[in-house]
C-alpha cells in the first residue's frame, strides 16, 4: 500500500468555517476549488485554489467581500458542479437539490425530492456526462438525474436490503446509503452501510457490483459505522471507519487495507484531490479537526 502521512492538522473552533485555506467540511472540483460546506450553520462558500472566498449561498450574507447567493438551505450536505459551472448542493433535512448560478446571483430548485417521495438526500455526485447522482441515507435508494434535473433511474424500492455479488438494477437493495462517489472508469461507488459494504454501480452493464464487506474474522476486514468514502484518480477508495477510528483503504484487486499509524476521533464526510486525504473528525463540544494525509 502507498504510504500516507500526516501533512498537517487544522483545529476548527465552535463556528469558524474557513482556516487556512480549507474548511472543516468541503470537497474539491476538479478545477481543484474548494466546496466549502457549514452543515448546522447552513452555509455554503466556493473558494479558489489560492483560498480567496469567490462567493457564497445561505439564507443571509456571512462574507463581507464574496458576492452572495441566497437560498434558504437546511443542512446542506454535499455539492459537485455540473459541466455549464453552475453548482449543485444537496440539502439533507429537506431532500432537495439546490442549482447556484453565480453569475447571476439567483438560484433553481433542481430537484425536489420529497415530491419524488424521498425521504432525504445524502450526496449528490456528477458524472463525465452530466449525469446526477443522489442517494437517500434512510430511504436506501440511489437515484440518477439526466442534467436537466429528471429522474431517468432509481436503484432500491425504498426497504433495507442486500444481495452480495453482482446483481441487477432490478434486484439490488440497499441499507442506510451514507456516500457516493464517482469511479475514474465510469461507475459509481456506494457506501452501503448498514451493510458495512462498498459496492459499485455499473451504469453500462446494469449491474451493482460488492466490491467489499465487513463480515470478515480478521479485524482489517471489519467496518464499523463506515459513514464516509472518498475516491482517487486509480479507483482506490478510501472509507472512514468511524467508530473503529481508522481509514480502510480498498484497492481494485487487493484486500482491506488500514493506512497504518493512524487512530483518529469519529470520522465524517472525507474528500480526496490531488494526492491529498482530507479527513474532518468531530468532537463533542462541537469543534473538530481536519486532518490532511499527503501520499508520499
Not at 446542506?76 to 447556484?100: E, N, T
Not at 433511474?153 to 464517482?182: M, N, Q
Request: proline fraction near 6%; charge should be negative; aromatic fraction near 10%.
Amino acid at each position: 500500500m502507498t504510504d500516507w502521512t500526516v501533512d498537517r492538522v487544522v483545529h476548527f473552533e465552535r463556528g469558524a468555517f474557513l482556516k487556512d485555506g480549507v474548511s472543516h467540511f468541503g470537497f474539491r472540483d476538479r478545477a481543484g476549488r474548494l466546496l466549502a460546506l457549514e452543515h448546522q450553520r447552513h452555509l455554503f462558500a466556493l473558494v479558489s485554489p489560492d483560498g480567496a472566498v469567490e462567493w457564497t449561498a445561505g439564507a443571509e450574507p456571512f462574507h463581507e467581500s464574496a458576492p452572495h447567493v441566497t437560498v434558504d438551505l437546511s443542512f446542506p450536505i454535499y455539492a459537485d458542479v455540473l459541466p455549464d459551472g453552475a453548482v449543485l448542493v444537496s440539502d439533507f433535512d429537506d431532500a432537495q437539490l439546490w442549482r447556484l448560478d453565480p453569475s447571476h446571483l439567483r438560484t433553481t430548485l433542481f430537484v425536489d425530492g420529497r415530491a419524488l417521495g424521498m425521504r432525504d438526500m445524502g450526496n449528490c455526485v456528477v458524472d463525465a456526462a452530466g449525469q446526477v447522482w443522489v442517494n437517500e441515507v434512510t430511504g436506501c435508494r440511489v437515484w440518477r438525474f439526466d442534467p436537466e434535473g429528471r429522474p431517468v433511474l432509481t436503484l432500491g424500492d425504498g426497504t433495507p436490503g442486500f444481495a452480495a455479488g453482482r446483481v441487477r438494477f432490478d434486484d439490488a437493495r440497499f441499507s442506510w446509503i451514507y456516500d457516493i462517489r464517482p469511479a475514474p472508469d465510469g461507475r459509481v461507488f456506494v457506501l452501503d452501510s448498514r451493510n458495512f459494504a462498498l459496492r459499485a454501480i455499473s451504469p453500462e452493464e446494469r449491474l451493482v457490483e460488492t466490491l467489499a464487506t465487513g463480515f470478515g474474522s480478521e479485524p482489517a476486514a471489519r467496518f464499523d459505522g463506515p459513514i464516509s468514502l472518498a475516491v482517487d484518480e486509480t479507483g482506490t477508495a478510501y472509507v472512514g471507519d468511524r467508530w473503529n477510528h481508522v481509514v480502510r483503504v480498498v484497492a481494485p484487486g487487493r484486500e482491506i487495507e488500514t493506512i497504518p499509524g493512524l487512530t483518529l476521533p469519529a470520522i465524517s464526510s472525507m474528500d480526496y484531490h490531488a494526492g491529498e486525504l482530507f479527513v474532518p473528525t468531530d468532537l463533542e463540544d462541537g469543534s473538530g479537526d481536519l486532518v490532511v494525509l499527503r501520499r508520499g
